[in-house]
């Protein structure tokens, strides 16, 4: 398997918050990355991560990290490649300073996620997208020798349902999907949701969420055409509806799908049980095997029982049925900040080592 | 306003669990009705009630209940209503028996409620399946004079959607029904879910309840034919998905519906609010003005600020907009043990009375 | 009784806030009081009321509030008493900018509550202290005639545990306290806890609270020398150990105490339960009857099931044992937004009111 | 260091509970143990241990134990060393029987706790009383070739406590302990507590457990009086309030100590930290290095970020302070199914190894 030795050197960006944190504990031990860098905004910077970070993993803080001083996050920190945990508000800006100066940026942040030159990528799911990012220096206007670039991973819960999904579109043909997620409290970073608010409650509301989770499979499903440089989106009608529960980690989704051709529940759990991906075949350290867990049991997913399978990477499937309205349904779980976060880029970085794109 | 001078003594069965307890809060200062015996299992039988029930409420227990014996659960009760919150195992022979000799039974328990001579009744959408109880002695052999029925509520998820479905399918022609459920931990009664199980979790299966779900909606929103004695359901494709979360009380349901004609969200919205019934009309003292509450909040209705809407009777609307996949999709909630349980029963009872039907 | 006609004009300072909302709960319909003034930050001056205010209630907002503008917190405000539940960051100056214009000024914040010429309230337990206000205007060197001053009420947990002393101290003489809380969520005000913080958690520290719960009793229970104007502190050594668990409402408070007497827990249970006070007798509508409960159930009291008692305002006592190092041990819940913040200044209110305090 | 070849064979009575699931996780991957057989009540003897049991951990069942099949509670079973985790209406007489036959018995269960001849064992606490166990046999009538024996484990919060309290004991002599547990769902079994009594809730009272965690400290600290053969619990006056909250694993305790000699925070900060135990000299597997965790942070430990400290064995002590009513106090975490439970009873069989203890 590919190793690259040495190590490569990484940094993180917005290391301090929720997603920072879990790609500290992701890249600490990292087998292809060592983290020289950790950056986070202007109150942080200059203060010592293991003073300027409020962990709230039950791991230990890595020692390794916890003396860096934490830096701002301009371009000019050490290592080729950028991961960002920035929110939104300034991961736009902030990344392309990035990417224009050479590095190649791993993003968690929604600001470039649509753009029509960045992938939007999941390994297993569409990685030939990942050829968009050639065309992105010339399309921006960046000096083309120094080969930095963008790539986005999607919302965490498009990311866990779109994994699920890409079997099904394959073979049966995806055209109507109904979504209801469930979303742990980690989703919505820290603070994030007041106790107050969800102590015996459920928050039928997430802002901007179904919005994500209704557009951007479709990009993810979609076609490179590379001769044309173009995304062909993939044609289906998505419906979700988005609520925050009192979970810790694990974003449940319920969903039920209309597909092309007849399926069975039998046919549908054969095609994820036999699904694997590129990154798998590829042997990335963090791509989980299999990518989709199939339960048979009759009360299963559960977010506390399932959140880790995997590593948290893979995504796990149960009570596939019939649905009396589409074709199929079932049950689906993922770990929003390892599959829906931190751990979707950091695939998405191996992807890109193990096929030749970061130079 | 009708009201019953004197007021009519009615019995609890299983007056000791969660849905019992309801009917005591409930009925201990009701104006038309007053509790003249409570009745249970062999266990509790002859303990004074204040002991026999282990009360899980947090307003006091009514004084007037807490020294009654608890009585056993057989014919000979005194009162001419029976309220039954019996467990589903036992109750259809001894609803039955206490019909069979005259008693008006409005039961909780799911067992009689697909028979086709029992009306599954929400006063609200199906006032006239009453006239069903007509027929019972004779089908079922009692004797006639006695003059017992028994009428049936539907399962707590189904009385909250059938109630918020009821206008839709009356002005637009409802054809099919996408529901996921998150359900509260009172609608398990006691001891029901453990704490190790829903604590940082969600349970995605409620034994039995999809079913439930799909199908008694049809019986409620079918047509009564009195000349042929015939129910006739309404043709209705309902997909249900359960799901146990760590609330209290107030079952939050997400819907979409694909309608027979054309309606905007406000055309929906208008005809929920516009929505009335004839136990508002009668002036039913437990029906609630209005029975469906339509918010315009973008994060509501919420279990924990919305259940006690209508004193736990009205069910609260909020997020119409249109749905991608059918036509138009909304958040719905109910309180499960007043609106779906015991209330449901009461309101029933109250129903009868106003329209002569008990005797 | 004693009724105020017509009633009393009132504001509210801070009045979107949590105990803002409670103030606003029990002076809505209150028999003695009518809210002329809702007043809060800058940031909320100017709007409709049920614009400005995020209300946390599960009862709906009361009507006539609604559409009141919210007023910036200066002098000038309409109504003779000021209620406030501003921030202890800007209570100081504030309050002391109203009492000096004449307002009489009842807090729930912490700014003045160990001033030596500022009654720490509990009419149950030092009615006399409310003599204090009589010098405040010659202390500060406000103008004689205006007859404003400041009553400050306990931090919530001292509230609820000196209630719960007073008689023990009257009967038995206490000597030393040690009291260990786990205190609810919206004692930390809204957005307050994070969920990420307290779902599957305890925080075992809260602020200062120890330093004020190992204080504020004993000024409390002082005596207060009318002749040299002199609040001697009680004598007792108390230590507190203050948790932060995961309920809505309700202080629950583990409480050891050693006595001046021999006393046994018959003893003590009988001299809370005849335990009465000033405002119960003078017929204040807020004051609850008895103040202090006594529960005989070998688990209670619970937060859930008992922080409701008495309106909100009575504590529950229950298993009250021996201790195996000081005398006596019991368990205490007292309802941290009533009790403990705005039903404690409504409760001071009505005693000045009955009092001739205010004029 | 010290390893058995080839590994030692031990069974699991009561395998398919909560405490029963930790000691296979346990066991699946130790060094010198191999689970050799699993047993249970006669409802799950004779089917497959991954059939019988309702596997709640988040980490996979291990597959060596998936398909082994759940035996009867009997001696005969395969494995010198029996690791019991029977609920102690069983547990007092089935122990027996095998440590009768020859068994070391390992017992969680509180049957033989307070036995004159039964060790209470913590391995870093009071190895000596080891030695107990040779007179067992002589005492009890059974046949002395054998050479078996019953050594027990502390209650989960006793456990906890009492490691925490040794070195305090050993360095500055304690007189009086107060404390007050906030106590963890898993350790009240499964189901244990219902949803319904624990959401938004904490229940003051856990049946026996305060006379637990009031005696049984005093034996593990007495003194072994090896030539009467003849144990002196220590004098230490113990009060304990115990409280079940809303946390899944990971017992809290809020301690008071009265100690004999004048000592500092900081000196009590430097007792607990440089205390280490035998099980950490001789190097046994599961003894955690520091066994006591100091912690700096002003609001440590909590249950969710600190239970795991050491693997789930060290206890973890923050907040060390002066007690105006005793002397010191401090918040100690330990969690109950490691420390508290399976993980003290695997330590206890490695202390007997390593000691030559069994045979």
């Known amino acids: 398997?590919?190793?690259?030795?040495?190590?490569?050197?990484?940094?993180?960006?917005?290391?301090?918050?929720?997603v920072g944190q879990r790609f500290v504990q992701l890249l600490a031990d990292h087998p292809w990355f060592e983290i020289v860098a950790v950056a986070a905004s202007e109150g942080s910077a200059g203060r010592r991560y293991g003073d300027a970070c409020r962990w709230g993993l039950s791991m230990q803080m890595p020692g390794s990290v916890r003396d860096m001083e934490v830096q701002a996050c301009l371009p000019g920190l050490?290592?080729?490649?950028?991961?960002?945990?920035?929110?939104?508000?300034?991961?736009?800006?902030?990344?392309?300073?990035?990417?224009?100066e050479g590095y190649a940026v791993f993003s968690n942040a929604g600001s470039h996620r649509m753009d029509p030159d960045v992938p939007l990528l999941i390994p297993e799911v569409n990685p030939s997208h990942l050829d968009m990012v050639n065309a992105q220096g010339a399309n921006r206007g960046w000096p083309e020798s120094h080969g930095g670039f963008i790539v986005?991973?999607?919302?965490?819960?498009?990311?866990?349902?779109?994994?699920?999904?890409?079997?099904?579109?394959?073979?049966?043909?995806?055209?109507?999907?109904?979504?209801?997620?469930?979303?742990?409290?980690s989703g919505a970073g820290y603070p994030g949701v007041a106790g107050l608010d969800i102590?015996?409650?459920?928050?039928?509301?997430?802002?901007?969420?179904?919005?994500?989770?209704?557009?951007?499979?479709?990009?993810?499903?979609?076609?490179?055409d590379e001769e044309g440089a173009l995304l062909r989106p993939a044609d289906i009608a998505i419906s979700a509806a988005c609520n925050r529960v009192a979970t810790r980690d694990g974003?449940?989704?319920?969903?039920?799908?209309?597909?092309?051709?007849e399926a069975?529940?039998?046919?549908?759990?054969?095609?994820?049980?036999?699904?694997?991906?590129?990154?798998?075949?590829?042997?990335?350290?963090?791509?989980?095997?299999?990518?989709?867990?199939?339960?048979?049991?009759?009360?299963?997913?559960?977010p506390r029982l399932d959140r880790d399978a995997g590593g948290g990477m893979a995504v796990v499937v149960g009570r596939v049925r019939r649905c009396q309205v589409l074709d199929i349904k079932f049950v689906l779980l993922g770990h929003n900040t390892f599959r829906g976060a931190a751990g979707a880029s950091v695939l998405n970085a191996e992807l890109a080592i193990a096929q030749g794109v970061v130079r």
Chains 1, 2, 3, 4 share one sequence.
């Open 199 to 224: 102590l015996d409650n459920v928050v039928p509301y997430i802002a901007d969420e179904e919005e994500k989770v209704s557009t951007e499979p479709c990009k993810i499903l979609g076609e490179w």
């Open 264 to 302: 069975s529940p039998a046919d549908v759990i054969s095609a994820l049980r036999e699904f694997t991906g590129l990154p798998q075949h590829l042997g990335c350290p963090t791509a989980p095997v299999p990518p989709i867990v199939v339960s048979d049991a009759p009360d299963r997913p559960q």
């Open 251 to 261: 974003h449940l989704e319920i969903v039920s799908v209309a597909l092309g051709r």
């Open 152 to 185: 986005a991973e999607p919302n965490c819960s498009t990311a866990i349902l779109t994994l699920a999904l890409k079997p099904l579109h394959d073979c049966f043909g995806l055209q109507q999907v109904m979504v209801t997620t469930m979303q742990a409290l």
């Open 1 to 18: 398997m590919l190793k690259p030795t040495p190590k490569i050197g990484v940094a993180i960006l917005g290391a301090t918050g929720m």
């Open 78 to 100: 050490p290592g080729r490649i950028v991961f960002s945990a920035l929110p939104s508000s300034v991961a736009g800006t902030v990344e392309e300073d990035f990417a224009r």
